[in-house]
């Protein structure tokens, strides 16, 4: 069982590294939008930069809808997009595609990866 378990670590680590090599940090220094304001909706582009989403803290007004995208540096699981304490939970495939909602509540918001391995920051003022 335990050369089993060993393999299984193995395995992962290889994908983990894989990744990193494929779709690891974006270094052209253009991926990222970050917030723009386009009539009530505000536009939020969220790029990667060393391992993690990029900007890693976004600021956004409450009761006003916001639409969050991920542009083509962003890879991998970081692609499944959730933010818990608003029940958001999706796959975004393209830069195309977009999650939004509407903050109702003030205050500091973690969003992440469906695996928790990247972070940020979503602050409702």
Not at 62 to 80: A, M, T
Request: charge should be positive; hydrophobic fraction near 40%; include cysteine.
């Amino acid at each position: 069982m335990s050369k089993f378990i060993f393999a299984v670590v193995i395995i992962l680590v290889l994908a983990f590294g894989i990744f990193l090599i494929k779709g690891g940090p974006d270094t052209s220094g253009n991926a990222v939008d970050g917030n723009t304001n386009s009539g009530d909706i505000q536009k939020v582009t969220l790029g990667m930069k060393n391992g993690n989403y990029y900007p890693n803290t976004v600021t956004v007004k409450v009761n006003q809808p916001v639409r969050i995208y991920l542009d083509k540096s962003v890879s991998g699981c970081y692609r499944s997009f959730t933010i818990r304490d608003f029940g958001i939970a999706k796959n975004l495939p393209t830069p195309n595609d977009y999650v939004e909602f509407t903050p109702i509540k003030t205050g500091s918001f973690r969003f992440a990866c469906s695996m928790g391995m990247g972070t940020g920051t979503l602050v409702v003022e």
